[in-house]
């Protein structure tokens, strides 16, 4: 089961009063001295708005239902004042809404900047022939017209060569009379790779030399550049300018509010990112919640320069760790193996830093005050990374361990396929696992080419035998890699089924997919919410709803457990609220789409 939650608060005493008189004042300062000598003092009712629902769940535990339903929410700080039940507030003038509230939902492991990018580009997401890639890039280029010049790129994300049939190349794109001569930049489903047209490729020297911790596809032609070989074609892309850049973050943020997210882990933000968020989020159109993890311009290199940490007064934008990066993704076999690939004997994947440089960087960081996140798939890179935080964290003793536990809070992106005796060593180290339970089910079709029936039972999509070793994961999906939907991240995490199609692994397509590692609703819901606050320093004031935290939360229509595993698939969310501000009505959004359709004549389209 989930570690243990902080001990509860004591409960708040509840009603309302009103300063009508002198009386009533006095009323007021009896009461405040009532409730200081109960440790549970609420500020006035003229300081705060009431909510209250059809049902409310504090936290991530089978008992948070209970009979509370309202809560408190101070109009000054944009936190929870107090949460109580209505029927003893003595005020039966209190509305109760209609829906059933959940602390509000973070994604563990995402990418903002990129996931606005990708609802700017073309979606080549489960297409599964050139053709289809072909079909789409027109389409995409009918709505955008000026995409594709020198100046301004043609974005695309999600092909997958295992649909394709094969490795893409800038002749495939070539074929195409409406694509030739573009300017055309698709990055693979991991974003690992990136596949470019023949006019990118015509900017590049000739005899291109081969790339350290990374790889130059030229079977069966060019066109495709992976991990750190994705630079040489990165340095010459034309970047969006700040104005686009801000468009990508409002569309993003956007989308994210309406599957019900108040925040995220952003895993990787380069200095320039960094500046332009610290602007944005003293404005009315930063609406997220933001922990930022900070990418140097130059991957895994130390740039003290940049490490500005920022903490916003009332939680809204964070920047207090690095991302740093061991291996590649398992799609593409760039993941760091301690063994060859099964499907590849010839390869055993490759590391974009060696060991030496990856423990030096990560004490680096650590000695700065840094909390350190290293990308890691392999087994390899995982160990390797598990080297170099015990490098850094060196205690002498079991009480120093204890301490550097929870002031370095090392995390392992993805922590993918982990040799046993390296599982064990997480949880010595107090080594926090960032797992994204969509990954599993996206790879299920592949994984176990890639490394053999052994591997897959003893190391790969580790969740509930890491909860065994006493870790609390931090659950994300990595957008625009996955969907963000949370509740498909959830219902991942439980049914170990693909949420898109609810299927197993080919040939076992009913039975989900290595079921033992399934977690149980609430465990899940834990890594979306409390799992996710311990993982950015936020315990008590993310995740949870309770007095003096972030007045984050989101409204369904039923409570969690009434919609069954299968109903977390078609779950859509009422509202999303974040700092006591409502930031998605489901109903305003469909009024809206509504409008839309009305002011271009109505009817399907």
Not at 14 to 20: D, Q
Not at 225 to 253: G, H, Y
Not at 552 to 559: A, H, I, K, R, S
Request: proline share 5%; hydrophobic share 40%.
């Amino acid at each position: 089961m989930a570690p243990a939650p902080p001990p509860t608060p004591p409960t708040s005493p509840r009603w309302g009063l009103r300063l009508s008189s002198v009386a009533g004042v006095a009323a007021v300062l009896i009461a405040a001295f009532q409730f200081q000598q109960q440790g549970s003092f609420s500020i006035a009712a003229k300081d705060e708005s009431i909510y209250c629902y059809e049902g409310v769940k504090t936290e991530a535990l089978p008992s948070s239902q209970g009979d509370n339903n309202c809560f408190g929410v101070s109009l000054a700080t944009g936190e929870f004042t107090r949460v109580f039940e209505r029927s003893s507030s003595g005020d039966s003038s209190i509305e109760i809404r209609k829906g059933y509230v959940l602390p509000g939902l973070w994604d563990g492991h995402g990418h903002l900047m990129q996931y606005g990018e990708f609802l700017h580009s073309a979606d080549l997401f489960g297409a599964g022939s050139f053709e289809e890639i072909r079909r789409r890039l027109r389409g995409y280029l009918d709505l955008n017209p000026g995409v594709g010049t020198r100046d301004r790129w043609a974005r695309g994300v999600g092909w997958d060569q295992m649909a394709l049939g094969g490795m893409p190349t800038a002749e495939q794109l070539e074929l195409d009379e409406r694509l030739k001569g573009r300017y055309l930049m698709l990055d693979r489903v991991d974003v690992h790779c990136t596949w470019v047209s023949q006019a990118i490729l015509d900017l590049l020297p000739d005899d291109i030399p081969d790339v350290p911790g990374g790889e130059i596809i030229r079977t069966p032609g060019m066109g495709v550049f992976c991990d750190n070989a994705m630079d040489i074609v990165t340095s010459l892309w034309p970047r969006p300018n700040t104005a686009t850049k801000q468009e990508f973050v409002k569309s993003a943020m956007k989308e994210l509010h309406k599957v019900g997210l108040v925040g995220m882990h952003d895993a990787g933000v380069f200095p320039s990112d960094i500046a332009l968020y610290n602007e944005m989020s003293d404005t009315e159109d930063w609406t997220l919640r933001v922990y930022a993890m900070l990418e140097c311009a130059e991957r895994n290199t130390y740039c003290p320069e940049d490490a500005k940490k920022i903490e916003h007064p009332h939680g809204i934008f964070t920047v207090r760790s690095v991302k740093l990066f061991a291996d590649g993704a398992l799609g593409s076999r760039g993941s760091a193996l301690l063994e060859p690939y099964t499907d590849a004997p010839s390869t055993s994947g490759s590391l974009l830093v060696n060991a030496s440089t990856l423990t030096s960087l990560t004490k680096s960081w650590s000695g700065a005050g840094f909390q350190v996140n290293i990308h890691a798939i392999g087994d390899l890179a995982n160990r390797y990374a598990i080297d170099a935080f015990e490098a850094a964290a060196a205690v002498s003793s079991s009480t120093e361990a204890e301490e550097a536990k929870q002031q370095h809070r090392f995390r392992i992106e993805h922590t993918q396929i982990i040799h046993p005796l390296d599982q064990s060593r997480l949880h010595k180290l107090g080594i926090i696992p960032s797992i994204q339970p969509t990954h599993a089910t996206s790879d299920m079709a592949y994984a176990e080419s890639r490394l053999g029936a052994e591997r897959i039972k003893q190391e790969a999509y580790r969740m509930r035998s890491l909860l065994g070793l006493g870790l609390s994961p931090v659950l994300g999906s990595d957008f625009p890699v996955e969907p963000p939907n949370p509740f498909a991240g959830i219902y991942a995490a439980v049914a170990r089924k693909n949420p898109a199609t609810d299927l197993g692994a080919p040939g076992e397509e009913e039975k989900g997919w290595f079921t033992e590692e399934a977690l149980t609703l609430e465990e899940a819901l834990w890594g979306f919410t409390k799992g996710a606050a311990y993982g950015a320093f936020l315990e008590n004031k993310a995740g949870v709803i309770r007095r003096g935290a972030f007045a984050d939360w989101v409204v369904l229509d039923e409570p969690l457990e009434a919609y069954g595993v299968e109903g977390l698939r078609s779950l859509r969310v009422r509202e999303t609220w974040v700092g006591g501000r409502r930031v998605y009505s489901r109903d305003q959004d469909a009024q809206g789409e509504k409008e839309d359709k009305d002011s271009i004549g109505g009817g399907d389209l």
